[in-house]
């Protein structure tokens, strides 16, 4: 009878913030293995839904920083950006995969929200416009993960430290980061941590197995 091994296998955990994100990414023991920032647009705007499409139909235009654009521009520039998030989250993740000493299995990026479906849509609803920046380069990192055979485990940044803790065994998560931390230096800020947290949990949800 053939037995099930563990293939040794990394995770990477996304804590996003903007068009940028803090992966950190750890063995399937739990042990550190890489911790980079990425920028997906280079210098495109970062919140077109929330900044250019707000504007557009008419939020925000007695504010010093808001500048007339049309609706039709507004959702050709979300179209660019998005293009823009799908290359740089696929050249970004190939660039940690190269870097990384053993294979990466799965990746733990923030659940998104339900939001319309069309562009026009989402610009159209102040909550949708909100948060539809952010869904975006979640959602082009979870594209280009599982592009390259990845597992994406979607995380609740409300419980996922909880979830940490869990499969450490019920080892003290803030201790446990807080030693990470000082392994390997700073920066070792909150996104981090919520990073290292949510590959931690991803990793428990997650084991690959090959056959002897």
Known sequence: MARARVRPAATVGVAEHGNSAELV??????????????????????????????????????SSWARAISLADAVALVERVREAATLGA??????????????????????????????????????????????MYREALATAAQA?????????????????AAALGGEDIEAFLRAMGRSIGPPWQARHKLAAAAALAAAANRTAIEPL
């Open 25 to 62: 990414t750890v063995a399937s023991s739990g042990e550190f293995l890489d911790r980079r920032r990425i920028d997906l647009t280079h210098g495109l705007p970062t919140h077109p839904y929330h900044h250019e499409g707000s504007w557009a139909v008419g939020r925000y235009l007695n």
């Open 90 to 135: 696929r050249e970004s993740l190939e660039t940690l995969a190269a870097a990384v000493p053993v294979p990466i299995a799965s990746i733990a990026i923030r659940v998104c929200p339900r939001l319309p479906p069309t562009t026009e849509e989402r610009i159209a609803d102040t909550r949708a416009a909100n948060v539809a920046d952010s869904v």
């Open 148 to 164: 390259r055979g990845w597992f994406v485990y979607w995380y609740d940044r409300e419980r996922v430290f909880r979830d940490a």
